[in-house]
């Protein structure tokens, strides 16, 4: 039996990249646009420090999944979307919602098991719901969210509303069957969908090289004829310009795009893990490429004052404070069995 050999030029040919010319150039800004976006990454990064001071201290139960360090990915992405558009995340998702809108209260509240939390403290930090903003959560199964935010996706186009949903995963989520099928749904329904793979390059304390055969997951676009983008995260302007280009496709034309954005996380995969599976100089090397910093050096390149900077920090940190605050002085959440519905 002669068996088919697949070669490169028997495969669908790869129409749908979009091309882009990868420099160290930096993309063009104002202050203006910058500050919002360098104020948001900021809070998200001093929330995300108040959460793990409070989870050592014992105030926060459960599991805690942090993203300080890919703060540019959700910021610069939720950054090219309009109110009226959907957010569904992992568990790693407090810095989605924040982006998305969800106060820094109801955020660190819900992580607290508070009853002024965004699901009422009966959620906790996998579970940030919050429906005036249409962030859609907060899911704990990895890539089991990606058939839900198609289902928000289709809800959109059925309705004809105009929303474009966008969903955030692990590159760890492209090796699940909901992933797969979230796309195959997408990619047949032309469904207004972007996906965007957050790379943080390991999936808990499995490093990519060992967890995935092809490397760039966004090659998994091309079995579904749908188009794909793959950069770097360390530049917010840049992840919300690329992340525009594919809103703006699934506005106008309902195509489906899968983005990957190469990020890392700078500790480990949750509270309880030290994250020894990698090397100092591995972490440092990235740490150099803190977008926090990058971006604060850019604000101040396009003109931005040092003294309209420090204040805008002063103002997140009394922010943050606040939430801190108000969280440890909520009442407790309901009793779980208040809210079981009684057959
Ligand atoms: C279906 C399923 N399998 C396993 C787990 C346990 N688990 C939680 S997070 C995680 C790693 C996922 O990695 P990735 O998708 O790369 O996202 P990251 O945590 O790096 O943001 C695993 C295996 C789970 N929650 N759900």
């Known amino acids: 039996m002669v068996r088919a050999v697949v070669t490169a030029s028997m495969t669908t040919p790869d129409s749908k990249r979009v091309e882009h010319h990868e420099h160290q150039e930096l993309v063009d800004t104002t202050p203006e646009e910058l500050a919002p976006l360098y104020r948001q990454m900021l809070a998200i990064r001093r929330l995300e420090e108040a959460s793990a001071k409070a989870y050592s201290a014992g105030k926060i139960g459960g599991f805690l999944h942090l993203i300080i360090g890919q703060e540019a990915v959700c910021v610069g992405a939720i950054a090219a979307l309009e109110k009226k558009d959907y957010v569904v995340a992992t568990y790693r998702e407090h810095g989605h919602a924040y982006a998305k809108g969800v106060a820094a209260r109801p955020i660190l509240a819900e992580l607290y098991g508070k009853k002024?939390?965004?699901v009422k403290g009966l959620g906790g930090s996998m579970h940030i719901f919050d429906k005036a903003t249409n962030f859609?959560?907060?899911?704990?199964i990895v890539g089991g969210h990606v058939p839900i935010a198609a289902g928000a996706a289709f809800a959109s186009k059925y309705r004809g509303d105009g929303a474009v949903t966008l969903c955030f995963f692990?590159?760890?989520?492209?090796?699940?069957?909901?992933?797969t099928e979230g796309l195959a749904l997408a990619a047949l329904w032309k469904l207004p969908i972007v996906l965007i793979c957050e790379n943080n390059q390991y999936s808990m304390?499995?490093?990519v090289y060992r967890s995935l055969a092809v490397e760039d997951v966004s090659l998994r676009a091309l079995g579904h004829g749908m188009a794909r983008d793959r950069f770097d995260g360390d530049d917010v302007v840049k992840v919300k310009r690329r992340i525009a280009e594919a809103v703006e496709r699934?506005?106008?034309t309902g195509e489906p795009t899968l983005v990957e954005v190469i990020t890392y996380r700078f500790r480990g995969h949750s509270m309880s893990d030290p994250g020894l599976y990698r090397t100092k100089d591995e972490v440092e090397e990235w740490k150099r490429r803190d977008p926090l910093p990058r971006c604060r050096q850019r604000l101040l390149d396009v003109g931005m004052p040092?003294?309209?900077?420090?204040a805008l920090e002063d103002d997140v940190k009394t922010e943050i404070e606040d939430a801190v605050k108000f969280?440890?002085?909520?009442p407790a959440?309901?009793?779980y069995k208040k809210y079981v519905v009684k057959e």
């Open 170 to 179: 692990g590159e760890g989520a492209s090796t699940i069957g909901g992933f």
């Open 333 to 335: 959440a309901d009793e």
């Open 306 to 310: 040092e003294a309209e900077i420090a």
């Open 116 to 118: 002024t939390g965004c």
């Open 136 to 140: 859609l959560g907060g899911y704990g």
């Open 250 to 252: 699934a506005r106008t």
């Open 327 to 330: 969280a440890e002085e909520s």
């Open 205 to 207: 304390g499995t490093p």
